[in-house]
């Protein structure tokens, strides 16, 4: 018999401003959510939603979460947009959006502020937590350690965040759950780290994992950049990128990156889109209800077809830390390389 692959599916619950806004921020995208909470309860789902601030302080969209999480089988995360976060001593400019480029003292503050928000409105703290813009470095998974967490799900592997406003590099991050110990660089880890941290699921529609760590350097310099190879690549169907997201990958492009992750010994999954794609107009993946319409049979397809294809068992972010987290010793993980575009 298969053995069952975990799936987690997370999602991010924030502001309807997909541009970063400080001001004239509102959330009503949230009233969507009760739609996607019946799906889920319909195929088995246990989705973690990740809560930024600007939702945690409306009562109403508590309400809302809170009544997500009634049945029992959802987790409320920690999501952190620095950007609209208190306090508010930085500069609004796009390199203070990634969180990994503020003082250490100030993401810790920020972090603070988010989760007293989330135990007001929710009632408890979070035990996980990502990073907004997936800005997670060294200097955030201390602060995240400091402040209680053992959970963090923000690393992008195969990605590279360094031209998006001087964000972080996840290349080489391991394709499985993996611990930290918030001293070091996020993609290595470390045996026996008291922060486990769960991968998104990203890769590649061809080649070998250890083909594309190979490759990464030559993709990543400057003159391969310029001439754009790799979108080139993909447009001539050579290869291409794959991010397990309904918002901007095909179910068939899911299917076949869920299956060679699982091919090659990877038995986790990890899907993840943005709470506010579920209201059309508000991202460049859901500008009409039509297109609304279609994530919603993506995701339903997906998580069908994925059933046909192995056994699942849906897990929240924090059920699949605690059961795929590598005992003390054990530093094997898969690995992976290569940059990609910013939101």
Not at 84 to 89: A, K, S
Not at 135 to 162: H, I, K, M, N, Q
Not at 200 to 208: A, F, H, I, M
Request: aromatic share 8%.
């Amino acid at each position: 018999m298969t053995e069952p692959v975990t799936l987690v599916v997370s999602i991010d619950v924030e502001e309807d401003n997909w541009k970063g806004a400080r001001t004239g921020v509102t959330v009503e995208n949230v009233r969507q959510l009760p739609r996607l909470d019946r799906l889920f309860e319909r195929l088995g789902v246990r989705p973690t939603y990740f809560t930024t601030y600007q939702v945690a302080i409306h009562p109403w969209a508590v309400r809302v979460l809170q009544e997500t999480r009634a049945r029992g089988t959802a987790e409320i995360g920690a999501h952190l947009h620095p950007w609209n976060t208190p306090p508010i001593e930085e500069a609004f400019v796009p390199r203070n959006t990634m969180l990994v480029n503020l003082p250490a003292r100030l993401q810790a503050a920020k972090i603070d502020t988010l989760n007293d928000a989330l135990r007001t409105g929710m009632g408890h703290r979070p035990l996980a937590f990502r990073a907004g813009r997936w800005a997670f470095g060294p200097s955030t998974a201390a602060a995240l350690l400091t402040r209680g967490y053992r959970v963090d799900s923000s690393v992008t592997p195969f990605v590279s965040w360094e031209d998006c406003d001087d964000g972080p590099t996840h290349i080489g991050a391991p394709l499985h759950v993996y611990r930290l110990d918030g001293q070091g660089d996020v993609r290595n880890p470390v045996s026996g780290g008291p922060l486990i941290e769960v991968p998104l699921s990203w890769g590649y529609n061809r080649g070998s994992w250890s083909s594309w760590t190979r490759l990464q350097p030559l993709l990543q310099r400057p003159v391969v950049r310029r001439l754009r190879l790799a979108g080139i690549a993909a447009r001539l169907r050579l290869f291409r990128r794959i991010c397990l997201s309904p918002e901007s990958s095909s179910v068939a492009d899911m299917l076949t990156l869920s299956r060679r992750l699982t091919d090659q010994g990877v038995r986790y999954l990890h899907i993840s889109w943005h709470s506010v794609s579920l209201k059309p107009g508000l991202t460049p993946y859901t500008a009409t209800t039509a297109d609304v319409e279609r994530l919603y049979a993506a995701i339903e397809s997906y998580i069908d077809r994925l059933a046909a294809m192995v056994p699942i068992r849906f897990r929240t972010v924090s059920e699949a830390a605690e059961i795929l987290a590598p005992p003390a010793g054990d530093l094997k993980a898969t690995r992976s390389g290569h940059p990609t575009a910013c939101r």
